[in-house]
């Protein structure tokens, strides 16, 4: 079985905090994907990664950043948390050639 | 650019048939996806149609697809309870990007 694993399930955190969102899979997928949920809005693709130590911008980058040093951890960082990034945080991951991307349980996160 | 839209709502009767629609844009989409959310967990894929298929059965689940109006169905045989969750519409672009865009999620209530 497929798991993508995130840190945690809820967080709260104050404004202008750093936050760490972390994700690990344990299939050897390539590709690792951060997504945000909000009602109404779907899914939204924050950042992705293709392969270590490489990182390409989603759709919604700004006020987020992104590291990728093993095959097997993608970490989401807020560099410095504000309200509006309240919000479901979804981890996935996928193999470069397979089509299928597993997710994570998701971390809620409320930023105070 | 790229969009997938889908109805933010459906409820139907245990017993009867739900069929939940999505609009897609991007003619370069070769794989289209069926995921569903349950309350509080991450997304768990459904199904998957490649787009040269216009029909895909898997017990319950009948994926349609009219490539020509950009149109993905998802039809829900015998609906049950335990079908209650959100449903998202996602295609694979197979530009260079290889992202998933997902659409808003459609809400099914499955009444008793």
């Known amino acids: 079985d497929v798991k993508v694993t995130q840190s945690s399930r809820y967080l709260v955190k104050r404004t202008g905090e750093k936050v760490f969102l972390e994700c690990v899979q344990d299939?050897?997928?390539?590709?690792m994907f951060w997504y945000r949920q909000d009602p109404g809005l779907g899914l939204r693709l924050i950042y992705f990664?293709?392969?270590?130590?490489?990182?390409e911008k989603g759709d919604i980058p700004e006020g987020y950043s992104v590291s990728r040093e093993k095959k097997e951890r993608f970490s989401l960082i807020l560099e410095s948390a504000s309200t509006n990034q309240t919000s479901m945080y979804l981890c996935?991951?996928?193999?470069?050639?397979?089509?299928?991307?597993?997710f994570g349980q998701g971390t809620r996160l409320t930023v105070v | 650019g790229e969009d997938v839209e889908q109805s933010l709502f459906l409820s139907v009767r245990e017993g009867d048939s739900s069929v939940i629609n999505c609009t897609y844009t991007?003619?370069?989409?070769?794989?289209l996806y069926w995921y569903k959310q349950e309350p509080g967990a991450g997304l768990q894929l459904l199904t998957y149609?490649?787009?040269?298929?216009d029909m895909k059965q898997d017990q319950r689940l009948t994926v349609l697809l009219n490539k020509k109006d950009k149109h993905l169905s998802l039809r829900i045989a015998d609906t049950q309870t335990g079908d209650s969750a959100i449903y998202f519409c996602?295609?694979?672009?197979?530009?260079?990007?290889?992202?998933?865009?997902f659409g808003s999620g459609t809400r099914l209530l499955v009444r008793p």
């Open positions: 996935a991951s996928s193999l470069r050639a397979r089509t299928e991307a597993f």
């Open positions: 299939m050897d997928h390539e590709n």
């Open positions: 990664s293709y392969d270590v130590k490489m990182k």
């Open positions: 991007d003619s370069s989409s070769t794989y």
């Open positions: 149609i490649f787009s040269n298929m």
């Open positions: 996602a295609e694979l672009l197979m530009d260079s990007s290889y992202k998933l865009i």
